[in-house]
């Protein structure tokens, strides 16, 4: 059974930097793009940015284009966020996800069929 597991969030002040963690078990991490996405309070959930499965490529959402990265490494099946330049419209919480199709790059998130549990993200002015 495939599992994602979050880890990384808190409570920062605006302009600070967190990296969030997702730690995936069950099936071969390295065969799938994987993704992050949000949601806030009283919001749908949406797109941040997501990754290929070999790195080659990724998508981001413009409102976070130029403040945070997206990596993973396969070698210990881990996704990363590296968050910078934080602001109050970035309070949410953090969701990994990953499709069922392997070798299969997407960033909508009706493609994602697994997803871990969030990780709270506060930021306050």
Do not use: H
């Amino acid at each position: 059974q495939v599992q994602l597991v979050e880890s990384g969030g808190g409570l920062v002040q605006t302009g600070d930097s967190l990296r969030l963690s997702c730690a995936a078990s069950g099936r071969t991490f390295s065969r799938y793009t994987m993704g992050w996405f949000r949601q806030a309070p009283g919001k749908e959930r949406e797109f941040v940015a997501a990754i290929s499965w070999a790195a080659g490529g990724a998508g981001y959402a413009d409102s976070v284009k130029g403040r945070f990265t997206i990596s993973r490494d396969n070698a210990k099946n881990t996704l990363y966020l590296q968050m910078n330049s934080l602001n109050s419209e970035d309070t949410a919480v953090y969701y990994c996800a990953a499709p069922q199709k392997e070798f299969f790059f997407t960033i909508q998130s009706y493609d994602y069929t697994v997803w871990g549990q969030g990780t709270q993200v506060t930021v306050s002015s």
